[in-house]
């Protein structure tokens, strides 16, 4: 007899279907039965969830404003499904709810167990649409019309084929004698930020309501009983009044489609995780924010980037743009928390010694992509060279943000954590001029090249070389190092991008009247909103759909800007609109200065010229950042054209990871701790939670900002950060949540033995991959002579799982299985190829 041993305290033997099981003491049947893989249907249990009993009743549930009155003091009926035998117990049981005993025997799948199990299944779905359950061509069914005529109302939901209801019903067996469903027409509710509920769906399992209730302890769902019937609502007519937190759960343990997302989340991440370049674990950090953790939010940003203060400052957010709360009020302030996070920590850099590899890399460039190559790779025990062009570190970081946005200290801060990894650092050297890229290719085991994209593209119009012109990019850099301090009374800009924004916010700084001229309209600019704001309200005038046509002068400096006026037209390769000029729109806009920021790309002075690595101004690399030059790796703008810091970050962690890899490494860059290994479940109730706002970050004052290049955007207190941190929805509980058990896969091993058991009478066989993919449907007279051909012919090496129907029409159902697929793929399975031309 096999033993199946649990390894836990105070544990009890029982047998079940013949398996000696240890449980431990308390356990029911159902946890029981469970842990040795024996599968019981049990539609109102969740591994995460109490029992079904756990949860009391309530004299009132709303569905959205229909108030539903019933009992509370009665016990609801479970789903009944889980229903069992035990050995001198006349009656059957219910697994969730009957503890374990030493010594018990439990049959779980007996004769008698299947006919009372289809016989509570008949009561479910007596009152759930389940037409497409019956349907014999529901396998590829589109629902959106029905060769059957059966009306929308009796039709399942488009969560057919992945329905928790349908493949327990699928196992249990539905009844000949199931009453046809009679549409309800209870409640549908589409209003409700980011779920949709219908009630007509609903079977009344109340998973939704312990999650809420017991696992969050929101208590925004309940139920309320009909006679025994548990009746599924909200507890207020909506779920902002009835205090929701939005954190999913409630969807993630619904087995049919009565509660769902309006738009499909990922399983595996959260949408501010899976926005984030670095996958960075957003909540977690935000977590240890709202428990007042500072320094362990920290640790869990720093282990994704070297760089914490400098995103806290110039982050584009772009994990603020999917944020569900936006369907709420406004995104959790996302990036002011992780600004919060580093300055109300007190951890300090630290250098942790560790075995050296031997092994030497070249990191040309030390802009963030650059820097992060040499603080993960550093950090994994090689030696690391910086060479640098400029007598400072940072790269576009320090030459290309200006201070109101990022303070030089902020930026010098992250440097010198970096630097105590023992990083050596070689300034004031130019590749390509004091060095050669050959030459560092063979001095070092890897190269890195995170050079930027330093050289600004021109328009190519007339009057480019006049005195007030500026290339945007050396614009900037020109301020930073303070060798422009004054412009004349009037600036036009010309780009739609963050280098644009930055350059015009310098311009009116510098005493000029400034305006942005762009081509396309608002919604196109690819600039970071929250900059583009930042300028309008300091005083920066964007004039949209204009294209300048030639810069004006006169003795050899800018007087004017000659433009056209420009319309939309069809979306480009891009699916940005094409701009296109109006006719006889052309006019004049006087000014003295011209700044031209559109766009940069690689000085690839820095490049051997036999390496030839380098296209349309950019580097080419694969996806592991390597280029096509063995051991020179790549990232960044030099790579992408002008990006967002976050991800020339991103690009640099994936080289790092490739490099290491390379030199013999595991290429596991991160090390420590992602977060929390078990989060607090508990969420509890907030007053106002979905209607309170977005913090407002405080700024310097508007006449202060137009006058200098303060920093803009003050720091918000520890106190405003955790009420701030309080607002997230915690979209990544749902995520941690056990699946419920389904039943077993109906795909069987083609060995002799399966086949050996299969009836030799007529009917339809699919022949399967490994990855279950269908590879042939054939009917046949003889299923079992059909299989046992089927393991000797020369297709079966691919040929791994098999399913089988009786089917007396096999050829019928044959086609039936065929026109399914076809109409779900698009083509016949792989090894069907010979009809090709009867379908």
């Known amino acids: 007899m096999v033993t199946l041993t649990c390894e836990l305290p105070n544990v009890t033997t029982l047998n079940i279907d013949g398996v000696k099981v240890e449980a431990h003491k308390g356990a029911s049947i159902l946890e029981a039965a469970q842990y040795a893989d024996v599968y019981i249907p049990a539609l109102c249990s969740h591994p995460n969830l109490p029992p079904f009993s756990a949860t009391k009743a309530e004299p009132r549930v709303f569905r959205g404003r229909t108030s539903v009155k019933g009992y509370s003091q ?8 889980c229903l069992v035998e035990v050995e001198d117990q006349p009656d059957l049981v219910h697994a969730c709810n009957t503890a374990v005993f030493e010594g018990m025997k439990v049959s779980t799948n007996t004769e008698r167990v299947r006919t009372v199990r289809q016989k509570n299944l008949v009561r479910i779905l007596a009152e759930h649409p389940h037409a497409c359950l019956l349907c014999a061509q529901k396998e590829g069914c589109s629902r959106d019309t029905c060769s059957l005529n059966v009306p929308v109302e009796e039709r399942c939901c488009d969560r057919l084929g992945n329905c928790e209801l349908e493949k327990i019903a699928d196992y249990v067996g539905i009844r000949e004698d199931t009453p046809r469903y009679i549409p309800a027409r209870l409640p549908k509710l589409q209003s409700e930020p980011l779920f949709t509920f219908d009630f007509n769906l609903c079977v009344g399992c109340t998973r939704c309501v312990r999650a809420c209730q017991d696992l969050r302890g929101v208590h925004a769902l309940g139920f309320t009983l009909d006679e025994e019937r548990a ?176 303070p030089r200290e902020i930026l010098q801060a992250d440097i010198e954590d970096i630097l105590v990894q023992g990083i050596e650092v070689r300034k004031s050297t130019e590749v390509g001029k004091d060095i050669t890229l050959t030459k560092l290719r063979n001095d070092f085991d890897a190269v890195f090249l995170g050079v930027g994209a330093q050289k600004s593209s021109e328009l190519k119009i007339s009057g480019e070389g006049l005195a007030g012109v500026f290339l945007g990019l050396d614009f900037l850099l020109e301020v930073n190092s303070n060798r422009v301090t004054k ?180 290429g596991d860059i991160d090390g420590e701790s992602q977060g929390e290994k078990e989060p607090q479940e508990w969420l509890g109730r907030l007053d106002d939670f979905a209607d309170k706002k977005r913090l407002r970050v405080p700024c310097i004052a508007l006449e202060d900002r137009r006058s200098n290049f303060e920093l803009v955007e003050l720091p918000c207190t ?40 299969v009836p030799e009478t007529e009917g339809v066989i699919q022949l399967a991959g490994e990855d279950n993919e269908v590879l042939l449907i054939k009917g046949t007279p003889n299923l079992r002579k059909e299989l046992q051909e089927a393991l000797m012919t020369e297709d079966a090496r691919a040929r791994k799982r098999f399913l089988y129907e009786e089917a007396k029409m096999f050829t019928t159902r044959e086609s039936e299985l065929l026109q399914q697929f076809l109409k779900k793929h698009g083509r016949l399975p792989k090894q069907n190829i010979d009809l090709d031309d009867l379908y």
Request: charged share 25%; proline share 5%.
């Open 74 to 81: 009665l016990s609801p009926d479970s789903c009944g499904l």
């Open 231 to 406: 009746i599924v609502g909200m507890m207020a007519p909506t779920l902002k009044k009835s205090g929701c937190r939005f954190c999913g759960s409630c969807v993630q343990v619904c087995p049919t489609g009565a509660i769902k997302d309006k738009e499909k989340i990922k399983q595996d991440a959260a949408p501010c995780v899976a926005a984030c370049p670095v996958e960075m674990n957003v909540p977690s950090y935000i977590r240890h924010i709202a428990h007042e953790r500072f320094n362990k939010a920290h640790v869990v940003i720093n282990a994704k980037v070297p760089l914490p203060r400098t995103l806290g400052h110039v982050c584009h957010r772009p994990c603020e743009t999917v944020c569900r709360r936006n369907e709420l009020s406004d995104p959790v302030a996302i990036c002011v928390l992780k600004r919060a996070a580093v300055e109300g920590s007190t951890l300090e850099p630290k250098y942790l010694k560790r075995s050296s590899t031997g092994k030497t890399i070249a990191v040309v460039g030390s802009g963030p992509a650059g820097l992060t190559v040499a603080y993960y790779l550093a950090k994994k025990g090689h030696a690391i060279t910086i060479f640098e062009k400029s007598t400072e570190l940072g790269g576009m970081l320090r030459w290309g943000i200006l201070p109101y946005r990022l």
């Open 487 to 666: 412009l004349g009374e009037t600036a036009m800009v010309i780009g739609g991008g963050d280098v644009a924004v930055d350059a015009a916010r310098a311009a009116l700084r510098l005493g000029a009247e400034t305006a942005i001229v762009y081509r396309r309209s608002s919604e196109e600019m690819p600039a970071d909103p929250e900059n583009v704001k930042m300028a309008m309200e300091e005083g920066v005038e964007f004039q949209f759909l204009r294209a300048p046509t030639e810069i004006v002068g006169r003795d050899g400096k800018v007087v004017g800007l000659r433009c056209v006026k420009m319309k939309l037209g069809r979306a480009g390769e891009k699916g940005r609109k094409i701009p296109i000029p109006i006719e006889g729109s052309e006019h004049s806009i006087e000014t003295s200065n011209v700044i031209v920021a559109v766009g940069a790309k690689l000085d690839e002075s820095v490049l051997s010229p036999n390496f030839g690595i380098a296209e349309k101004g950019l580097l080419k690399t694969n996806s592991r950042m390597e280029t096509e030059v063995e051991g020179v790796f790549a990232g960044g703008d030099a790579v992408s054209g002008p990006t967002s810091v976050i991800e020339a970050i991103a690009m640099g962690r994936q080289a790092a990871k490739s490099i290491d890899a390379s030199l013999g490494g595991d």
């Open 718 to 757: 520890g106190e405003e950060a955790i009420e701030e941190a309080k607002l997230c929805l915690q979209c990544d509980l749902r995520l941690r949540m056990q699946e419920a058990q389904l039943p077993p896969e109906r795909w069987l091993k083609l060995d002799e033995q399966n086949v050996g058991a």
